[in-house]
């Protein structure tokens, strides 16, 4: 369970409103989720994002985010489709009619774009409801009030255009969202559907939900481990990149621990399970990220506080602009057009000012980096630590187990190793502008001292009891600013848990790591530090590039509107055409090189 007490199946909300979710095989599980569970079902599918605090849907925006999803397409898919078709048939039959046939009947041409308005409002009508159940005043409303004013006077096509790009833009924010999720149904099913379970001198196969802690599974190369487990016979190569990131296969032998999802390359082998399906590494990681996806940023908090209080103004602006101005013109001071004219201008206006890619710039861009960090096996525990991370200053390390390999043979003495790829880790840290790097070390100081120079530390302590180490991060907080501390999770849960970012490496398997950290490297090597930290940048740049774009186009489309230099079709771009902008931009974070 989530600390705002989401369902313990880890799909957020279950039914925010009213619906069932499905399982894989199609049936319907009721409202309740049996609070204390850990995960009900292995193959829960994702019926809804997970409710923020504030009761808003995840992703930031006024709807229920059902458009991408599976079941919802099967209706408004199509229907969005005849709605786009309806919309450019109806605007090509009006331009033609004014132009190259002007035999067409002008009642043709608002027939068809009517036909797209009514598709339209077919598909946003639920939405609206759902903001009247909210009393909220936001985007749908805004969109339903500018369709039915633009249709009032007579400019069909316009509103037939508006509203399908409109819903398009919806049905794509959508679906970019829907496709993160669906990433997390993926790694479900990483776990096969049956399991071959020694008992009785026999082999029986059993679903992985009927297989207990404590017994033997054998599985066979080319297969997915269903279970996290002992090697008890044999040796094979795993490959684990589903699970770490990590892209080259381990070579394990007996006592080798392995985890659910990775894949058996090579031979067959035997294998003492420690975890069930629910407690498995597998389950753990899916509930680590559905969570990390529930929790915002303060961009985010931000951004959905000022779309609740601009979206009325907006409208209230509205108001205004079709009403005073031929109030003006009325009086005889100055003459500036009649009713039509403003309330035209005041919808347009509307549309331009629809907050709908402001609202989704920051949601998609940071549910994008989260999926990217958790494809190369770093899980982050929400965008507030993604933003947090981008901000880092300096950081502090741990030795034992974090820059070293624990203890070894070296010189005849037995002592810490220091991790090989550690000196490149920092110099690469280095480039990006994180110089200050800290070990902070209860070891002693001649120790610590050739540690710290081999792997290119810019400051080290040693000799610390655990209370020093945490004075010591208050005081790099105090002259830094953001701190960053990385260590197993085990030992150093009170310096990760005081640290802006605890980051726990080597991760896997370890409940208490992923506990303890707001970060987790599933891999046990440091390597994963440069890529969080190019990706918490790289995820803020977007946020910061989306939102001035959006802003400086609707500002001045805006001002070009309000003068009656351009009308809706503008507005139109203003409002779809920059939704589909930021969404495209923000998925690129997707496929970002790390």
Known sequence: ???????????????????????????????????????????????????????????????????????????????????????????????????????IPPLIPSLVSGAACALGLYLILPRVKESVLRRRIDISILMLVAVVGACLLGDFSEAGVVVALFCFGEWLEGFAIGRNRRSIAKLLELTPPRVEVLREGGTLELAPEEVAAGETIVVKPGSRIPLDGIIARGSSRIDEAAITGESVPVEKAVGAPVYSG?????????????????????????????????????????????????????LAMAVLVALVPPLISLSGLVALGGLDVWVYRALSMMVVACPCALVIATPVSVVCGLARAARSGILVKGGAFLEMSARVQAIAFDKTGTLTLGAGLNRNELRDTLRPEAPAVMDELTRLGLAHTVMLSGDKREVVEEIAADAHLSEYHAELLPEDKLELLRALKQEYGTVAMVGDGINDAPALALADVGIAMGALGTDTAVEAADVALMEDSLQGLPRLFKLARKTMSTIRVTLVFVLVVKLAVLALTITGITGMWAAILADTGVLIAVLLYSMRLLRMRL
């Open 1 to 103: 369970m989530s600390n705002n007490n989401e369902a313990a199946c880890g799909c957020g909300q279950c039914q925010p409103h009213g619906q069932a979710f499905l399982q894989n095989d199609g049936s319907s599980q009721g409202r309740d989720c049996a609070p204390g569970s850990r995960v009900q079902s292995s193959r829960c599918s994702l019926a809804s994002p997970a409710a923020s605090d504030d009761d808003e849907p995840a992703c930031g925006c006024s709807h229920d985010c059902a458009a991408g999803e599976d079941d919802d397409d099967a209706i408004q898919l199509p229907v969005l489709i005849v709605c786009a078709v309806a919309a450019l048939a109806g605007t090509i039959l009006h331009i033609l009619g004014e132009g190259a046939l002007p035999a």
């Open 262 to 314: 990775a894949m058996n390359v090579s031979d067959f082998l035997e294998i003492r399970t420690t975890a069930t399906v629910e407690n498995s590494t597998l389950a753990r990681i899916v509930e680590l990220v559905r969570e990390s996806q529930a929790k915002r940023s303060p961009y985010e908090r931000f951004i959905n506080r000022f779309a609740r209080y601009y979206t009325p103004l907006v």
